[in-house]
Protein backbone atom coordinates (compact mmCIF):
# COMPACT_ATOMS: atom_id res chain seq x y z
CA UNK A 1 0.00 0.00 0.00
CA UNK A 2 3.08 2.35 0.46
CA UNK A 3 3.15 2.37 -3.52
CA UNK A 4 0.85 5.78 -4.36
CA UNK A 5 1.05 5.15 -7.93
CA UNK A 6 -2.16 4.20 -9.82
CA UNK A 7 -1.75 -0.41 -10.70
CA UNK A 8 -2.26 0.54 -14.82
CA UNK A 9 -5.20 -1.93 -14.86
CA UNK A 10 -6.96 0.20 -12.51
CA UNK A 11 -6.28 3.44 -13.70
CA UNK A 12 -7.19 1.57 -17.22
CA UNK A 13 -10.24 1.22 -16.07
CA UNK A 14 -11.12 4.07 -14.41
CA UNK A 15 -10.70 6.13 -17.66
CA UNK A 16 -12.86 3.78 -19.28
CA UNK A 17 -15.65 3.82 -17.54
CA UNK A 18 -15.45 7.84 -17.62
CA UNK A 19 -15.33 7.64 -21.39
CA UNK A 20 -18.35 5.76 -21.40
CA UNK A 21 -19.90 7.76 -19.28
CA UNK A 22 -19.27 10.52 -21.83
CA UNK A 23 -19.97 8.38 -24.72
CA UNK A 24 -23.77 9.28 -24.80
CA UNK A 25 -22.98 13.16 -23.72
CA UNK A 26 -20.73 13.63 -26.81
CA UNK A 27 -23.63 11.85 -29.06
CA UNK A 28 -26.11 14.17 -27.65
CA UNK A 29 -23.68 17.33 -28.79
CA UNK A 30 -22.80 15.84 -32.09
CA UNK A 31 -26.66 14.91 -32.53
CA UNK A 32 -27.11 18.69 -32.17
CA UNK A 33 -25.37 19.79 -34.57
CA UNK A 34 -26.12 17.19 -37.28
CA UNK A 35 -27.70 18.19 -40.76
CA UNK A 36 -29.84 15.08 -40.12
CA UNK A 37 -32.96 14.56 -37.85
CA UNK A 38 -31.63 11.32 -37.23
CA UNK A 39 -28.22 10.71 -35.83
CA UNK A 40 -26.77 7.67 -38.24
CA UNK A 41 -23.56 7.05 -39.32
CA UNK A 42 -22.10 7.77 -41.79
CA UNK A 43 -23.16 11.73 -40.76
CA UNK A 44 -24.23 13.91 -43.41
CA UNK A 45 -22.01 17.22 -42.62
CA UNK A 46 -21.91 19.52 -39.14
CA UNK A 47 -24.67 22.74 -38.70
CA UNK A 48 -25.59 25.74 -35.73
CA UNK A 49 -28.97 25.76 -38.16
CA UNK A 50 -30.80 23.63 -35.38
CA UNK A 51 -29.98 26.49 -32.39
CA UNK A 52 -30.89 29.15 -34.71
CA UNK A 53 -34.03 27.52 -35.09
CA UNK A 54 -34.25 27.25 -31.72
CA UNK A 55 -34.76 30.66 -31.08
CA UNK A 56 -37.93 31.15 -33.65
CA UNK A 57 -39.36 27.82 -31.67
CA UNK A 58 -41.81 29.46 -29.30
CA UNK A 59 -43.29 26.11 -27.99
CA UNK A 60 -39.80 25.35 -26.44
CA UNK A 61 -38.67 28.37 -25.31
CA UNK A 62 -42.37 28.65 -23.55
CA UNK A 63 -41.37 25.28 -22.23
CA UNK A 64 -37.80 26.53 -21.09
CA UNK A 65 -39.49 29.51 -19.22
CA UNK A 66 -42.28 27.66 -17.42
CA UNK A 67 -39.23 25.10 -16.01
CA UNK A 68 -37.26 27.88 -15.00
CA UNK A 69 -40.24 29.64 -13.13
CA UNK A 70 -40.83 26.36 -11.58
CA UNK A 71 -37.47 25.92 -10.67
CA UNK A 72 -36.94 29.60 -9.21
CA UNK A 73 -40.64 29.34 -7.16
CA UNK A 74 -40.19 25.68 -5.72
CA UNK A 75 -36.04 26.27 -4.86
CA UNK A 76 -37.42 29.48 -2.92
CA UNK A 77 -39.64 27.67 -1.05
CA UNK A 78 -37.78 24.67 -0.16
CA UNK A 79 -34.56 26.63 0.82
CA UNK A 80 -36.96 28.65 2.93
CA UNK A 81 -38.30 25.62 4.84
CA UNK A 82 -35.19 24.01 4.66
CA UNK A 83 -34.42 27.11 7.19
CA UNK A 84 -36.76 25.99 8.98
CA UNK A 85 -36.72 22.75 9.81
CA UNK A 86 -33.10 22.76 10.33
CA UNK A 87 -32.96 25.22 12.75
CA UNK A 88 -35.88 23.53 14.60
CA UNK A 89 -32.98 19.98 14.27
CA UNK A 90 -30.69 21.97 15.52
CA UNK A 91 -31.53 24.32 17.85
CA UNK A 92 -34.98 23.27 19.68
CA UNK A 93 -36.03 20.14 21.45
CA UNK A 94 -40.28 19.35 21.01
CA UNK A 95 -42.17 16.10 21.47
CA UNK A 96 -43.39 16.01 18.16
CA UNK A 97 -39.30 16.44 16.70
CA UNK A 98 -39.09 12.98 15.04
CA UNK A 99 -42.50 13.38 13.27
CA UNK A 100 -41.54 16.42 11.54
CA UNK A 101 -37.88 15.34 10.78
CA UNK A 102 -39.66 12.14 9.65
CA UNK A 103 -42.02 14.18 6.97
CA UNK A 104 -39.29 15.99 5.70
CA UNK A 105 -37.02 13.52 5.01
CA UNK A 106 -39.29 10.90 3.86
CA UNK A 107 -39.61 12.13 0.10
CA UNK A 108 -36.43 11.09 -0.01
CA UNK A 109 -37.61 7.55 -0.53
CA UNK A 110 -41.31 7.37 -1.82
CA UNK A 111 -41.21 6.66 -5.14
CA UNK A 112 -41.51 9.61 -7.52
CA UNK A 113 -44.55 7.51 -8.94
CA UNK A 114 -46.11 7.01 -5.84
CA UNK A 115 -45.90 10.81 -4.73
CA UNK A 116 -46.99 11.77 -8.19
CA UNK A 117 -50.21 10.07 -8.26
CA UNK A 118 -51.45 10.84 -4.69
CA UNK A 119 -50.68 14.41 -5.86
CA UNK A 120 -52.53 14.11 -8.12
CA UNK A 121 -55.45 12.57 -6.49
CA UNK A 122 -55.53 15.61 -3.98
CA UNK A 123 -55.48 18.47 -6.39
CA UNK A 124 -58.35 16.83 -7.94
CA UNK A 125 -60.15 16.02 -4.68
CA UNK A 126 -59.90 19.98 -4.13
CA UNK A 127 -60.33 20.73 -7.39
CA UNK A 128 -57.52 22.56 -8.18
CA UNK A 129 -56.39 22.53 -11.91
CA UNK A 130 -52.84 21.12 -12.70
CA UNK A 131 -50.60 23.99 -13.07
CA UNK A 132 -46.97 24.97 -12.83
CA UNK A 133 -48.30 25.82 -9.45
CA UNK A 134 -48.94 22.03 -9.21
CA UNK A 135 -45.87 21.33 -10.18
CA UNK A 136 -43.72 23.83 -7.80
CA UNK A 137 -45.51 21.67 -4.83
CA UNK A 138 -44.87 18.81 -5.85
CA UNK A 139 -40.63 19.85 -6.12
CA UNK A 140 -40.81 21.48 -3.51
CA UNK A 141 -41.51 18.32 -1.26
CA UNK A 142 -38.83 16.62 -2.84
CA UNK A 143 -36.41 19.42 -2.65
CA UNK A 144 -36.77 19.93 1.50
CA UNK A 145 -34.85 16.74 1.55
CA UNK A 146 -31.80 18.68 0.38
CA UNK A 147 -32.24 21.75 1.72
CA UNK A 148 -32.65 20.51 4.73
CA UNK A 149 -29.57 18.28 5.08
CA UNK A 150 -27.32 21.04 3.84
CA UNK A 151 -28.60 23.75 6.36
CA UNK A 152 -28.38 21.37 9.13
CA UNK A 153 -25.04 20.15 8.37
CA UNK A 154 -23.59 23.88 8.46
CA UNK A 155 -25.91 24.15 11.43
CA UNK A 156 -24.12 21.73 13.35
CA UNK A 157 -20.60 22.75 12.22
CA UNK A 158 -20.51 26.33 14.15
CA UNK A 159 -20.95 26.49 17.98
CA UNK A 160 -24.30 27.49 19.43
CA UNK A 161 -22.17 29.32 22.09
CA UNK A 162 -21.68 32.35 19.67
CA UNK A 163 -25.83 32.72 19.94
CA UNK A 164 -25.93 32.31 23.12
CA UNK A 165 -23.54 35.07 23.16
CA UNK A 166 -25.76 37.53 21.21
CA UNK A 167 -28.16 36.90 23.56
CA UNK A 168 -26.19 37.65 26.81
CA UNK A 169 -25.46 40.82 25.14
CA UNK A 170 -29.06 41.84 24.53
CA UNK A 171 -30.32 40.11 21.12
CA UNK A 172 -33.48 38.61 21.16
CA UNK A 173 -34.19 35.23 19.46
CA UNK A 174 -35.54 36.69 16.10
CA UNK A 175 -32.39 39.26 15.91
CA UNK A 176 -30.03 37.08 17.05
CA UNK A 177 -31.28 34.43 14.24
CA UNK A 178 -31.36 37.14 11.78
CA UNK A 179 -28.00 38.82 12.64
CA UNK A 180 -25.98 35.68 13.63
CA UNK A 181 -27.08 32.59 12.22
CA UNK A 182 -28.39 33.65 9.16
CA UNK A 183 -25.26 35.26 7.85
CA UNK A 184 -23.17 32.56 9.14
CA UNK A 185 -25.34 29.73 7.17
CA UNK A 186 -25.73 32.16 4.11
CA UNK A 187 -23.52 29.95 1.72
CA UNK A 188 -25.12 26.84 2.92
CA UNK A 189 -28.69 28.27 2.23
CA UNK A 190 -26.99 29.08 -1.19
CA UNK A 191 -25.45 26.12 -2.19
CA UNK A 192 -29.39 24.75 -0.66
CA UNK A 193 -31.22 26.99 -3.27
CA UNK A 194 -28.87 25.71 -6.30
CA UNK A 195 -29.57 22.47 -5.07
CA UNK A 196 -33.40 22.45 -5.23
CA UNK A 197 -32.98 24.35 -8.32
CA UNK A 198 -31.56 22.16 -10.12
CA UNK A 199 -33.81 19.26 -8.60
CA UNK A 200 -36.41 20.97 -10.39
CA UNK A 201 -34.91 21.68 -13.11
CA UNK A 202 -34.68 18.52 -14.68
CA UNK A 203 -37.74 16.66 -13.12
CA UNK A 204 -39.73 14.82 -15.18
CA UNK A 205 -41.70 11.79 -13.00
CA UNK A 206 -43.36 14.22 -10.55
CA UNK A 207 -44.03 16.56 -13.50
CA UNK A 208 -45.67 14.18 -15.64
CA UNK A 209 -48.21 13.56 -13.56
CA UNK A 210 -49.03 17.75 -12.37
CA UNK A 211 -48.38 19.66 -15.44
CA UNK A 212 -51.52 19.84 -17.16
CA UNK A 213 -51.30 22.13 -20.13
CA UNK A 214 -48.52 23.91 -19.39
CA UNK A 215 -45.50 21.61 -20.15
CA UNK A 216 -41.92 22.08 -18.30
CA UNK A 217 -39.01 21.35 -20.61
CA UNK A 218 -38.47 17.96 -19.59
CA UNK A 219 -42.52 17.22 -20.03
CA UNK A 220 -42.32 19.11 -23.17
CA UNK A 221 -38.81 17.16 -24.23
CA UNK A 222 -41.03 14.32 -23.54
CA UNK A 223 -44.29 14.72 -25.99
CA UNK A 224 -42.10 16.21 -29.14
CA UNK A 225 -40.15 13.15 -29.06
CA UNK A 226 -42.43 11.06 -31.65
CA UNK A 227 -41.89 14.10 -34.37
CA UNK A 228 -38.50 13.05 -35.19
CA UNK A 229 -38.27 16.30 -37.41
CA UNK A 230 -38.42 18.46 -33.68
CA UNK A 231 -36.13 16.52 -32.18
CA UNK A 232 -32.65 18.02 -33.30
CA UNK A 233 -34.24 21.59 -32.51
CA UNK A 234 -35.11 20.31 -28.56
CA UNK A 235 -31.68 18.33 -28.23
CA UNK A 236 -29.81 21.76 -29.26
CA UNK A 237 -32.08 23.45 -26.49
CA UNK A 238 -31.04 20.92 -23.61
CA UNK A 239 -27.62 20.56 -24.42
CA UNK A 240 -27.98 24.59 -23.92
CA UNK A 241 -29.99 23.94 -20.81
CA UNK A 242 -26.83 20.98 -19.75
CA UNK A 243 -24.90 23.74 -19.77
CA UNK A 244 -26.39 26.08 -17.53
CA UNK A 245 -27.29 23.30 -15.47
CA UNK A 246 -23.72 22.45 -14.58
CA UNK A 247 -22.42 26.03 -14.51
CA UNK A 248 -25.36 26.43 -11.66
CA UNK A 249 -23.87 22.83 -10.03
CA UNK A 250 -20.35 24.22 -9.92
CA UNK A 251 -21.33 27.23 -7.93
CA UNK A 252 -23.22 24.87 -5.52
CA UNK A 253 -20.03 22.84 -4.93
CA UNK A 254 -18.13 25.68 -4.89
CA UNK A 255 -20.29 27.30 -1.91
CA UNK A 256 -20.33 24.09 -0.31
CA UNK A 257 -16.50 23.85 0.00
CA UNK A 258 -15.86 26.89 0.96
CA UNK A 259 -17.58 26.80 4.30
CA UNK A 260 -15.69 23.46 4.89
CA UNK B 1 -46.82 31.03 29.97
CA UNK B 2 -43.41 29.83 31.09
CA UNK B 3 -44.56 26.20 31.09
CA UNK B 4 -45.65 26.19 27.48
CA UNK B 5 -42.62 28.13 26.72
CA UNK B 6 -40.89 24.71 27.41
CA UNK B 7 -41.40 23.45 24.24
CA UNK B 8 -39.70 25.78 22.29
CA UNK B 9 -36.85 25.66 24.92
CA UNK B 10 -33.62 25.21 23.12
CA UNK B 11 -30.62 23.86 24.61
CA UNK B 12 -28.89 27.81 23.30
CA UNK B 13 -30.76 29.99 25.04
CA UNK B 14 -30.02 31.30 28.12
CA UNK B 15 -32.59 32.09 31.13
CA UNK B 16 -30.71 35.33 31.99
CA UNK B 17 -31.49 38.22 29.40
CA UNK B 18 -32.05 42.02 30.30
CA UNK B 19 -35.41 42.83 30.05
CA UNK B 20 -34.72 45.96 27.93
CA UNK B 21 -34.66 43.38 25.03
CA UNK B 22 -38.57 42.28 25.77
CA UNK B 23 -40.61 43.10 21.97
CA UNK B 24 -42.54 45.81 22.97
CA UNK B 25 -45.86 43.84 22.72
CA UNK B 26 -44.63 41.51 25.44
CA UNK B 27 -43.81 44.57 27.58
CA UNK B 28 -47.43 46.04 27.07
CA UNK B 29 -48.87 42.45 28.44
CA UNK B 30 -47.28 42.88 31.48
CA UNK B 31 -43.38 42.56 33.18
CA UNK B 32 -41.88 39.58 34.59
CA UNK B 33 -42.61 37.10 31.97
CA UNK B 34 -39.02 35.86 31.21
CA UNK B 35 -38.49 37.27 27.92
CA UNK B 36 -39.89 33.48 26.54
CA UNK B 37 -42.79 34.81 24.31
CA UNK B 38 -40.54 35.88 21.62
CA UNK B 39 -38.74 32.30 21.26
CA UNK B 40 -42.04 30.58 21.84
CA UNK B 41 -43.70 32.67 18.78
CA UNK B 42 -40.00 32.08 16.76
CA UNK B 43 -41.06 28.51 17.21
CA UNK B 44 -44.24 29.04 15.86
CA UNK B 45 -43.26 31.00 12.78
CA UNK B 46 -40.17 27.89 12.33
CA UNK B 47 -42.61 25.20 13.09
CA UNK B 48 -45.60 25.79 11.29
CA UNK B 49 -45.31 25.90 7.70
CA UNK B 50 -42.93 23.24 7.16
CA UNK B 51 -45.49 21.10 8.95
CA UNK B 52 -48.67 22.73 6.92
CA UNK B 53 -46.77 22.44 3.96
CA UNK B 54 -45.81 18.48 4.45
CA UNK B 55 -48.64 17.65 6.15
CA UNK B 56 -51.15 19.14 2.89
CA UNK B 57 -48.93 17.83 0.10
CA UNK B 58 -47.22 14.68 1.45
CA UNK B 59 -49.03 13.37 4.41
CA UNK B 60 -52.75 14.09 3.53
CA UNK B 61 -52.36 12.64 -0.38
CA UNK B 62 -50.34 9.55 0.60
CA UNK B 63 -53.37 9.30 3.42
CA UNK B 64 -55.73 10.26 0.19
CA UNK B 65 -54.81 7.43 -1.85
CA UNK B 66 -54.64 4.97 1.03
CA UNK B 67 -58.39 5.41 1.36
CA UNK B 68 -58.49 5.25 -2.71
CA UNK B 69 -57.71 1.88 -2.63
CA UNK B 70 -60.12 0.37 0.04
CA UNK B 71 -62.93 2.01 -2.77
CA UNK B 72 -65.08 -0.55 -3.82
CA UNK B 73 -66.13 0.99 -6.95
CA UNK B 74 -64.11 1.63 -9.49
CA UNK B 75 -65.67 4.65 -11.75
CA UNK B 76 -67.78 7.11 -10.63
CA UNK B 77 -66.87 10.59 -9.90
CA UNK B 78 -64.56 10.92 -7.27
CA UNK B 79 -66.44 11.16 -3.86
CA UNK B 80 -70.19 9.93 -5.19
CA UNK B 81 -70.91 6.08 -4.77
CA UNK B 82 -67.95 5.97 -1.84
CA UNK B 83 -68.21 2.32 -0.94
CA UNK B 84 -65.38 0.29 1.34
CA UNK B 85 -64.46 -2.59 0.38
CA UNK B 86 -61.26 -4.48 -0.36
CA UNK B 87 -62.26 -5.34 -4.01
CA UNK B 88 -58.82 -3.81 -5.75
CA UNK B 89 -56.35 -5.69 -2.97
CA UNK B 90 -58.32 -8.67 -3.84
CA UNK B 91 -58.21 -8.15 -7.75
CA UNK B 92 -54.43 -7.71 -7.38
CA UNK B 93 -54.19 -10.82 -5.83
CA UNK B 94 -55.83 -12.80 -7.89
CA UNK B 95 -53.79 -11.19 -11.03
CA UNK B 96 -50.57 -13.17 -11.10
CA UNK B 97 -49.38 -10.27 -13.68
CA UNK B 98 -49.36 -7.78 -11.63
CA UNK B 99 -47.17 -9.96 -8.73
CA UNK B 100 -45.13 -11.08 -11.72
CA UNK B 101 -44.10 -7.79 -12.60
CA UNK B 102 -43.19 -6.60 -9.27
CA UNK B 103 -41.34 -9.88 -8.80
CA UNK B 104 -39.51 -8.86 -12.45
CA UNK B 105 -39.27 -5.29 -11.40
CA UNK B 106 -37.54 -6.31 -7.99
CA UNK B 107 -35.38 -8.16 -10.05
CA UNK B 108 -34.20 -6.07 -12.22
CA UNK B 109 -33.32 -3.28 -9.33
CA UNK B 110 -31.41 -6.30 -7.59
CA UNK B 111 -29.55 -6.74 -10.76
CA UNK B 112 -29.22 -2.82 -11.53
CA UNK B 113 -27.77 -2.11 -8.29
CA UNK B 114 -25.34 -5.14 -7.60
CA UNK B 115 -23.95 -4.22 -11.30
CA UNK B 116 -23.60 -0.79 -10.42
CA UNK B 117 -22.00 -1.36 -7.13
CA UNK B 118 -19.26 -3.74 -8.40
CA UNK B 119 -18.57 -1.64 -11.16
CA UNK B 120 -18.00 1.21 -8.87
CA UNK B 121 -15.94 -0.15 -6.56
CA UNK B 122 -13.03 0.23 -8.40
CA UNK B 123 -13.49 3.11 -9.25
CA UNK B 124 -13.75 4.62 -5.53
CA UNK B 125 -10.87 2.51 -4.62
CA UNK B 126 -8.82 4.18 -7.57
CA UNK B 127 -9.99 7.75 -6.35
CA UNK B 128 -9.04 6.47 -2.36
CA UNK B 129 -6.39 4.80 -2.53
CA UNK B 130 -4.11 5.72 -6.03
CA UNK B 131 -5.44 8.93 -7.69
CA UNK B 132 -2.76 11.43 -5.62
CA UNK B 133 -3.18 14.74 -5.92
CA UNK B 134 -5.76 14.60 -8.98
CA UNK B 135 -8.38 12.70 -6.95
CA UNK B 136 -10.29 15.89 -6.72
CA UNK B 137 -10.33 16.73 -10.40
CA UNK B 138 -11.12 12.98 -11.00
CA UNK B 139 -13.71 12.67 -8.98
CA UNK B 140 -15.86 15.99 -10.79
CA UNK B 141 -15.02 14.45 -14.11
CA UNK B 142 -17.00 11.13 -12.59
CA UNK B 143 -19.63 13.09 -11.32
CA UNK B 144 -20.20 15.96 -14.46
CA UNK B 145 -22.58 13.07 -16.10
CA UNK B 146 -24.18 12.53 -12.84
CA UNK B 147 -24.93 16.13 -12.77
CA UNK B 148 -26.39 16.32 -16.76
CA UNK B 149 -30.12 15.83 -16.96
CA UNK B 150 -31.28 12.66 -16.25
CA UNK B 151 -33.90 12.83 -18.54
CA UNK B 152 -31.15 14.04 -21.57
CA UNK B 153 -29.08 11.15 -20.38
CA UNK B 154 -31.96 8.65 -20.94
CA UNK B 155 -32.83 9.86 -24.64
CA UNK B 156 -29.41 9.91 -25.31
CA UNK B 157 -29.18 5.88 -24.85
CA UNK B 158 -32.39 5.63 -26.74
CA UNK B 159 -30.44 7.81 -30.08
CA UNK B 160 -27.69 5.23 -29.11
CA UNK B 161 -29.81 2.04 -29.18
CA UNK B 162 -32.58 3.16 -31.75
CA UNK B 163 -32.76 1.12 -35.11
CA UNK B 164 -30.85 3.57 -37.29
CA UNK B 165 -29.33 4.78 -33.86
CA UNK B 166 -25.69 5.38 -33.19
CA UNK B 167 -24.63 1.87 -32.84
CA UNK B 168 -26.79 0.18 -35.52
CA UNK B 169 -25.79 2.64 -38.17
CA UNK B 170 -21.79 2.23 -37.27
CA UNK B 171 -22.12 -1.46 -37.31
CA UNK B 172 -23.32 -1.58 -40.76
CA UNK B 173 -21.56 1.44 -42.04
CA UNK B 174 -18.40 -0.31 -40.97
CA UNK B 175 -19.65 -3.68 -42.42
CA UNK B 176 -19.97 -5.61 -39.24
CA UNK B 177 -23.73 -6.12 -40.07
CA UNK B 178 -26.02 -6.23 -42.90
CA UNK B 179 -29.56 -5.71 -41.37
CA UNK B 180 -30.08 -2.90 -38.28
CA UNK B 181 -30.28 -5.33 -34.97
CA UNK B 182 -33.53 -4.63 -33.23
CA UNK B 183 -33.22 -6.77 -30.36
CA UNK B 184 -31.39 -3.18 -28.97
CA UNK B 185 -33.86 -1.06 -27.77
CA UNK B 186 -37.37 -1.49 -26.55
CA UNK B 187 -36.59 -4.32 -23.91
CA UNK B 188 -35.47 -5.48 -20.22
CA UNK B 189 -32.06 -5.38 -21.24
CA UNK B 190 -31.81 -1.88 -22.75
CA UNK B 191 -33.88 -0.42 -19.47
CA UNK B 192 -30.87 -2.28 -17.40
CA UNK B 193 -28.20 -1.02 -19.37
CA UNK B 194 -29.09 2.62 -19.21
CA UNK B 195 -29.87 2.17 -15.78
CA UNK B 196 -26.68 1.28 -14.81
CA UNK B 197 -25.36 4.06 -16.59
CA UNK B 198 -27.14 6.39 -15.22
CA UNK B 199 -26.00 4.74 -11.21
CA UNK B 200 -22.37 4.43 -11.67
CA UNK B 201 -21.07 7.59 -10.61
CA UNK B 202 -24.42 7.87 -7.61
CA UNK B 203 -23.40 4.57 -6.37
CA UNK B 204 -19.08 5.40 -6.05
CA UNK B 205 -20.06 8.01 -3.83
CA UNK B 206 -21.05 6.54 -0.43
CA UNK B 207 -18.22 4.10 -1.07
CA UNK B 208 -15.19 6.39 -1.48
CA UNK B 209 -16.92 7.68 1.62
CA UNK B 210 -16.36 4.49 3.35
CA UNK B 211 -12.97 4.25 1.78
CA UNK B 212 -11.65 7.48 2.93
CA UNK B 213 -12.41 6.76 6.49
CA UNK B 214 -10.01 3.93 6.78
CA UNK B 215 -7.15 4.50 9.09
CA UNK B 216 -4.32 4.60 7.28
CA UNK B 217 -1.54 3.20 9.98
CA UNK B 218 -4.35 -0.71 10.01
CA UNK B 219 -2.73 -1.20 6.17
CA UNK B 220 1.24 -0.09 7.64
CA UNK B 221 0.38 -2.37 10.97
CA UNK B 222 -0.80 -5.46 8.54
CA UNK B 223 2.15 -4.91 5.92
CA UNK B 224 4.30 -4.85 9.13
CA UNK B 225 3.04 -7.81 9.85
CA UNK B 226 3.33 -9.21 6.70
CA UNK B 227 0.19 -9.30 4.79
CA UNK B 228 0.45 -9.15 1.28
CA UNK B 229 -1.72 -6.76 -0.33
CA UNK B 230 -4.38 -9.35 -1.54
CA UNK B 231 -4.78 -9.82 2.46
CA UNK B 232 -5.36 -6.42 3.10
CA UNK B 233 -7.85 -6.23 0.95
CA UNK B 234 -9.73 -8.82 1.73
CA UNK B 235 -8.89 -8.39 5.32
CA UNK B 236 -9.07 -4.46 6.30
CA UNK B 237 -10.21 -3.21 3.03
CA UNK B 238 -13.26 -4.91 2.11
CA UNK B 239 -14.98 -5.54 5.67
CA UNK B 240 -14.70 -1.36 6.22
CA UNK B 241 -15.54 -0.56 3.14
CA UNK B 242 -19.11 -2.64 3.69
CA UNK B 243 -21.25 0.16 5.01
CA UNK B 244 -20.31 2.40 2.25
CA UNK B 245 -21.43 -0.55 -0.39
CA UNK B 246 -24.48 -1.68 1.59
CA UNK B 247 -25.35 2.50 1.11
CA UNK B 248 -24.47 2.26 -2.46
CA UNK B 249 -26.60 -0.85 -2.94
CA UNK B 250 -29.81 0.90 -1.41
CA UNK B 251 -29.67 4.40 -2.73
CA UNK B 252 -30.00 2.74 -5.89
CA UNK B 253 -32.23 0.04 -5.18
CA UNK B 254 -34.82 2.10 -3.63
CA UNK B 255 -35.36 4.21 -6.60
CA UNK B 256 -35.52 2.11 -9.13
CA UNK B 257 -37.46 -0.21 -7.48
CA UNK B 258 -39.95 2.85 -8.65
CA UNK B 259 -38.63 3.63 -11.85
CA UNK B 260 -40.90 4.18 -14.60
CA UNK B 261 -39.57 6.91 -16.95
CA UNK B 262 -36.62 4.83 -18.24
CA UNK B 263 -38.78 1.70 -19.20
CA UNK B 264 -40.93 4.36 -21.19
CA UNK B 265 -38.61 5.67 -22.79
CA UNK B 266 -36.29 2.66 -23.68
CA UNK B 267 -38.22 -0.10 -22.24
CA UNK B 268 -41.19 -0.43 -24.34
CA UNK B 269 -43.79 -2.52 -23.35
CA UNK B 270 -41.58 -5.56 -23.52
CA UNK B 271 -39.36 -3.60 -20.96
CA UNK B 272 -42.46 -2.62 -18.44
CA UNK B 273 -41.80 -2.14 -14.83
CA UNK B 274 -44.60 -2.02 -11.94
CA UNK B 275 -43.91 1.37 -11.45
CA UNK B 276 -45.71 1.35 -15.46
CA UNK B 277 -48.87 0.15 -14.62
CA UNK B 278 -49.71 2.01 -11.63
CA UNK B 279 -48.69 5.08 -14.36
CA UNK B 280 -51.31 3.92 -16.61
CA UNK B 281 -53.83 3.09 -14.33
CA UNK B 282 -54.07 6.96 -13.72
CA UNK B 283 -53.55 8.49 -16.98
CA UNK B 284 -54.72 5.71 -19.81
CA UNK B 285 -57.11 3.24 -18.04
CA UNK B 286 -58.48 5.86 -15.32
CA UNK B 287 -58.67 3.23 -12.64
CA UNK B 288 -57.77 5.14 -9.71
CA UNK B 289 -58.75 3.04 -6.86
CA UNK B 290 -56.78 0.65 -8.77
CA UNK B 291 -54.23 1.91 -9.19
CA UNK B 292 -53.91 3.30 -5.73
CA UNK B 293 -54.00 0.03 -4.60
CA UNK B 294 -50.60 -1.03 -6.55
CA UNK B 295 -49.16 2.48 -5.06
CA UNK B 296 -49.92 1.19 -1.73
CA UNK B 297 -48.06 -2.20 -2.61
CA UNK B 298 -44.81 -0.06 -4.28
CA UNK B 299 -44.85 2.16 -0.81
CA UNK B 300 -45.38 -0.39 1.76
CA UNK B 301 -41.89 -2.65 -0.14
CA UNK B 302 -39.90 0.12 -0.51
CA UNK B 303 -40.77 1.43 3.09
CA UNK B 304 -39.99 -2.75 4.05
CA UNK B 305 -36.67 -2.05 2.64
CA UNK B 306 -35.69 0.96 3.97
CA UNK B 307 -36.85 -0.38 6.96
CA UNK B 308 -34.25 -3.62 6.66
CA UNK B 309 -31.72 -1.13 5.47
CA UNK B 310 -31.48 1.12 8.43
CA UNK B 311 -31.33 -1.68 10.28
CA UNK B 312 -27.97 -2.57 8.44
CA UNK B 313 -26.45 0.46 7.82
CA UNK B 314 -26.01 3.02 11.23
CA UNK B 315 -26.84 6.58 9.21
CA UNK B 316 -24.21 7.73 11.76
CA UNK B 317 -21.67 5.95 9.71
CA UNK B 318 -22.59 7.88 6.00
CA UNK B 319 -22.60 11.38 7.37
CA UNK B 320 -18.95 12.36 6.82
Redesign the interface.
Known amino acids: ??N????FP??L??FS??A??????V??FL?SINTNT?????LKGLTFDWYQKLFQADAVLRAARNSLIVASGSSF?AT??GI??S??MM?????SKTL?LG??A??L???????G??????F??LHVDRSLLTVG??H??VA?PYTLLIIA?RLAGFD??I??AA??L?????TT?RRVVLPLILPAIVSAWLTAF?VSF?E??LA??LAGTQPTF?VY??SQ?RFANRLPIM?AL?VL??IG??TL?FIAERFRRRET | MDKDVGRGKGRSVTPTRPAVTLPHFLKKMGEGRGGGLDRRSTFLILYLPPLIWLGLFFLIPILLMAAFSFRADTYGSLFENWNLGLNQYATIAATGSYWRLLGVSSLIALVISISAVVLSYPLSYFLAFHAGKRAGLYLVLLLVPFWTSYLLRVMAWKIMLGTDGVINSLLMYTGVIKAPLEALLYNRSAVILTLIYVWIPFAALPILAALQRIEWTLFEAAADLGARPFHQFMRITLPLSLPGVLAAFFMVFIPTIGEYVTPLLVGGSRGFMYGNIIQDFFTKAANWPLGSALSMIMLAATLILVFIATRLIKLEDLLQ
Open positions: MSRRAPLSYYIIFLYLPIVLFTFSFPALLMVILRYQFRLLALPIVPYVVLVALLLLSVIATVLSASEEMDGADYPLTDFALFPLFLIALMTLV
